[in-house]
Each structure stands twice: as structure tokens, then as C-alpha cells.
């Protein structure tokens, strides 16, 4: 048998291993389709989303913050849009050239700025330059397209009235959150929607340079507010109180303007002494903005809210109204009233040594005097005296809308002790706010009706459209009867009593005073020397329109509320009625509700 | 084979002039963007200016450098009710020079 010659066989073997190769290629393409199909369209979203993770960072864009205004329009704060300029350190190849370049247009000196840009080594990188650049200094930045330079959205809260009702508004953090105030008590109001945005950046965490942002949720800018303040009012009424807290050396003080119908709260200041003469008296935390009164700032906490004090004799109005209601007196009710009582062997006694005198009710209240107005709540009982605190509002926050808003401490029923029944109607028990007080006086003002005071009347929204808040809530607490006796006994307060310098020329003012003494904090005594004096009221008497209270604290070396606090109220009422063409009274002439004359005219509880 | 090697190439040419269309009109859109947030930034900015000059302060500060003071006690006119009859005023002719007519 013959061999195959060996090109033959040769050609045959290649053959064979051609076709194998053959198949090989093919099952190396076909698993090459198989992983192309498997990571481009199986797989795809797996890798799409792990290589967004890489290249994408989700960007929060800062929402601008709402603005606030007073009841003219006038802005209180408002947020200016602008920009945050940052540097990726390791971009930057000549930091001093850049610095130079940069110096004037972030208001900064060249070397701070050169000092940054150089920084290197862990922690560097990522550095902050200017974090409030005004928008077209940021696009002069962006034009000029200095490497390794960013810039981000942000914005600069102002308050263009400076330090003006401060302790009203509050503040914000450095993050633009509200941090006290009403920025704080209607921050998700007023902060809005933040948006959100994708931009390009390197694995590390860089921006890249011209990697295009994609905005996938817009912001929404925060709501507006508008105020029941009036800035020019609050503006005097500051001015008044600040003078009156250097004049009598006071450690701080609060003055609230409110619309006696409708409990809007026109002005509210709270000022803190910083030169009062005793240094080691406590003080509040301050804003930094001054007042334009030498030593004189803004309290951080609203004073009129958030402290507590025995109020003295202006709380004489709870047995006052109390017993008018329940008919245990009359305002020509006659009493016969010593300068001092016993009970439960501690001392009781009017602020002046006196004879033993006649007093009507109405004469009680006008001289403030204590006694007769223990014997006043010793007819009327404990029981419907603490009712009588209760009903005019006290021992409950009055809903006006500021943080850390106290409802002040009320003696108890089961903790009353023989000696309250004497203290307790002088203001020497509860402790009450300012705004409380107010309150109370404002429902004797508004024909016994009690209105919860307010501080927002609208909303406003992006497109400037304006929604009014609903009408605050009001309750009846005394019948209009009660509140036009109590009216016309307050009227002698000013008339003839401890009120007088709080008379404003051309109206029937009517109002009360207090001098009370400051507690130890926690201890039962009384600390020597120290008051605080307040003078609560309303104008016109005939038909009232406004009310206030101005509460000076530890005044020194005169302490009366008649005599420091009554002539703040004065000021700031007249230019009020004046700036809100109140008519006048015309001849003004307190009614003749008793006769006789006493001897006392000074209040001290 | 010509035909459709031509519509390819003015297909793929309209393509391209499109998307340049898009890419432009998308600056556009940004520059605008950009302007207007510039202009929302300065429209604020001019209102906090403005909110400055009129603020209680300010005004304040300006009238004092006008010499003008508070007054010490604002007198207020007692109001008069508008049915209330005023007496009729009692006047005599001022003396009067005698007029030359025509000059």
C-alpha cells in the first residue's frame, strides 16, 4: 500500500488545526458578544450608576431665605443672594499670582489670601476663601476662570435696620438657620425648599473645571413674613426705654406697644444696661449691633417673654377684678385701712407710714395701697382669688408666637399658706412675664374681652402675594361692666395717684404702677435695695386704641414704677397716638368716683 | 447608491448643525441664567441699600444733623365736635393806602 506523499498528510494536519483555531476565534468572539451584551445592556445600569458615584457629587443649593418686613413694608431682614468661593488647593500652581488677583475682588489682603492658597498636605484641598462675594464679583472670578477656583451658591442674611427690634427677629447660624427669635420660631417658613444639583468632580472629590451642573430639583425660596411691628414706633420706643435704662441706671428693660382690638403687638424692645453701675448684677447676653444709646444693646432673649418677675402692684388688678365680678365691692366700697397688719406673724404694711385711713376701693387702687388691698382679698377669698389670676390669663403662654416663651409660676391651691392671702394680690407670689401682664391690662382696655397678642399678621410668598394669618383667637374674661369700672378706677391712677408722669397731654390716660422687690433666686427672701418698676396702661381711656407696659429692672437710686417707668410709657404713647391720628380727649377731666385725700402716694410691694 | 450616500451626508450634516444650535441656544440659556441671578443679587442688594436710608436710625441721625430737635411735650388740640357752632368771627377793615386807578 502505497503512503500518501507528505504534503498531503502536512496539508491535512493544517487543515485540522485550522479548524480548530477556527472554532476558538469563534468561541472567543461569541464569549466577547456574550460579556459585550452582558455589560452594556445587562448589566449597564450597574455600571452607570457606579460610574455616576465616580464622576457625580449631589450639590445642595441653598434655598434663599425669606425676608421679613414690619407692617409698612419696611424690610426688617432679607437675604442678599451671593457666592462662596472655593479653592481646590492642589489645582493651584502660583497661589501668590492668584492671590494678587483675587485680593481685591474678595475684599481680602493678598497675603491672608496667598496663605490659603498654599496649603497643602491632609486638610488642605478644600478651602474656603470669601463665603459671602457679591454676584458680580463671582462672575468677574468665573470670567476670569482662575484654576482650581470654584464658586457655590450661597447668600448674606442683612438686617438693615441694624440693631432694630434684634430681639424680636433673632438671628441666624452661619449656616442660615434660624438661631433665635422668630428666624428661629418660623425658620421652616421662612427657610424653604433647598434644591439639589450634580456636578462633575474627580474620584478624589475635586471639581473638574467646566464639568456641566445639572439641576435636578430647582429651590423654592422661603416665605416671607410681615410683622405687626411698626418700625418707626419700635425705633422710639427703643430710643425712650434705652435713655430712661441709662438715666436710672437700670440692668435691663422691656417695653411692648400692643392694638388693644386686635392684640397686635406694635412694638416690643428688650434692652440690656452694660453700664449699669454694679458690675456684679447678672446681665443678659447681647446682640453685638448697638443701639445708639451709649452702652445700651439688645437683650438675645426677648425679655418680654422668656423672664419672669413678681410684678408687684400692678397685679393689684386680680382681687380688683375679682371682686367687682363677684359684687364683694363696689368701687365707693369704704375701708378702713391701718399702715401695716399681722398675719401669721409676718408684717404686712403700706410703702409710707400712715394713719389709720378711709379708703374707698377706687382710692385703694389709686394710691396702691396694700393693705387695702389685702382686706379686699380677704373678702374675697383664696379660692376665688387664684381663680382671678387664671381668668385674666396668667399661668398660661400667650401663644404669641416667640421662642422660650414662659407661662410664668402660679401658686397652687393646695400650697397656699395664710400669709398668701396678703402677698399673693400685691404681686409678692406669682411670677408672670411682661407680655402677661400686658395682656391682662389689654382685656380690662378691650372691654374685658382677652385677646391673644400676635406678632405675624402675613405671609409672603415667591410671587409677593400676600396671606394674611387668620385673626388671633379671643376669649371673654371679665363683663364689660367689670372692665369699665376697672377702666374708670385706673383712670384716677394717672389722674391723681401713683401714675401722674404718665400722663400724656390731650388724652385720658389710664393705667398702674408697680415697684416690686426682686427675690434671691432660690431663696425666700427678698434681695435688699433691688426693684423692678413697671408701669402698665392704655390710651385713649374712653375708647382705647393702645396699650403698654414698660418694665425697668433694678433702677437705682429711684425705684418707683411711677417715677421711672411711667415717664417711658409717656413718651412713646404720645408720639403713638400721635403718629396714629388719635383723636384727642378733649378736656381731660378724671371722674369723680371718691372724695377725701390720703396721705401715701408711693407704691412699693 | 449616490442618492442615498448623499442623503446620509445631509442627514449627518443636519444633525451636527442642530446639535450646534443646541449647544448655543444652551449658553444662551445659562448666560441668561447667570444674568439673572446677577440681577435677582443687585435687585436685593439695592433694597437693603434703600431699606438702610429709610431706616428709623438713619432718618434720625440725618434730621439731628439738620439742627431739627424732639420737642420737649407735643400739645395736642383738644378736639372739637363738627356739630358744635363756632362764633362768627369779629373782624374790622384794615387801613388801607388810597389807590391811584390805572397805575
Redesign the interface.
Known sequence: MARPPISTRAGGVLHRRVRVIRVLVLLGVAGLVVQLVNLQILRAPHFEKLSAEQLLSTVTIPALRGAIYDRNG??LA?????KQVVADDFQITQPAAEAAALAPLLGVSATALAAKLEQRGPGAGHVVLASNT???NA?TIEADAFPGITLADSSQR?N???A?AASVLGGTFADGAGSAGLEYADQQLLAGQDGVEQIGQSPSGVSLPFAPAVISQRPIAGTGLELTID??L???TE?ALGTELVDANGVSGTAIVMDTRTGQVLAMASLVNTRQPDPALPTSQVWPTPT?IPGVFEAQNNLGVTTTYEPGSVFKIVPFSEGLADGVITPMTRFAVPDYVTIDGHVFHDAEQHGLEHLTATQILEYSSNIGTYEISHRLGESRLLNGVRRLGFGQATGVGLPGESAGLLMDAARFSPTDIASLPIGQVDAVTPLQVLDAYNTIANDGVFVTPSLVRGHIGTDGEVTKVPAPSQRRALAPVVARELVRMLIRVVAGGTGTQAAV???TIAGKTGTAQIPYAGRAAYIPGAYNATFVGFAPAEHPVLSMIVVIQRPTPVIYGGTVAAPVFARVM??A??RYGV?????VVAPTLAGGSVSFLQDVT | MGIAAGLVIVSLLAVVVGNMQLAAGQLRLSQVQAQVVALQSSEAAQQVQAANLVSPAAVAKDVRGRGLVQPNEILHIPAVSLERRLAPPTFSYAPCCSLTPGR
Do not use: E, F
Not at chain 1, 78 to 82: E, F, I, K, N
Not at chain 1, 583 to 587: D, E, F, V
Open positions: 419696611q424690610i432679607m437675604s442678599v443672594p451671593t457679591s454676584v458680580a462672575a442683612t438693615p435696620d441694624g432694630l418700625a418707626p419700635q425705633y422710639v430710643q445708639g397731654s390731650g388724652y404720645g408720639y397716638l400721635h383723636p384727642t380727649s378733649g378736656r
